[in-house]
């Protein structure tokens, strides 16, 4: 897939704010740092598409972008580490849930985990928790181009081996750099493959 055009929309935290859901929509979300800005800049070939930052959390709000004039990249705040109370952490993945189980047009979820680290509990629970609820996600390991290929795959298969005391199968796994811009195209690849099944929710759920 080639990006035309990626432009941002809108931001808050009221799913019943979102722009309509007819275009099917792709939710990027992991553990705070994992690189998610700048994999979402490198994906659409847009620096400063979204906003990278030294501290964990920045991200606070569903952002949405419309790509190519025909589907939506939508940014969510990361989960784990962020330097805020308590409260606010709370506040966050209450909204994030909220949108993950009744948003009509999400297509997929891509959870982002950072591939030099061998599998964290709060990337695993996360996992099972879109599994328990029959969500669809892919797996995007991220920072491919920090440490060697072998070591990345490693722990790609440590991650999958802890996946599969609860999945029957894992799902698609795509390992990534966004300073190289490896493993982009699959990524791209599959979101056209599902974009063209796609289909306007009925006029009753927009």
């Known amino acids: 897939m080639l990006i035309k055009s990626a432009e941002f929309v809108c931001s808050n935290t009221q799913v019943d704010k ?3 859901p007819t ?3 792709y939710a990027f979300i992991g553990r705070s740092n994992v690189g998610k800005s700048s994999l979402i800049n490198a994906l659409t070939n847009k620096k400063g598409l979204a906003k990278t930052s030294q501290r964990p959390g920045k991200t606070q709000l569903i952002n949405h972008f419309v790509i190519n004039d025909n589907w939506y990249l939508v940014d969510l705040p990361g989960y784990g580490y962020a330097q805020t109370s308590k409260k606010n952490r709370a506040d966050w993945e209450k909204f994030i849930r909220k949108y993950l189980l009744s948003r009509e047009s999400l297509q997929c979820i891509f959870v982002l ?10 990337d695993l629970d996360f996992c099972c928790w879109l599994g328990e609820r029959g969500l669809p996600f892919m797996l995007i390991f991220t920072k491919a181009d920090k440490q060697s290929i072998v070591k990345s795959d490693q722990n790609m298969a440590k991650f999958k081996r802890a996946l599969l005391k609860w999945f029957e199968e894992v799902p698609t796994r795509f390992l990534t750099s966004a300073e190289d811009r490896m493993g982009l195209e699959p990524i791209l ?9 796609f289909t306007v929710p009925p006029v009753s759920e927009l």
Do not use: V
């Open 189 to 197: 690849e599959k979101i056209d493959e599902i974009n063209q099944e």
């Open 113 to 122: 985990i950072d591939s030099r680290l061998e599998p964290q509990k709060i």
């Open 23 to 25: 275009l099917p929509e």
């Open 18 to 20: 979102l722009p309509d």
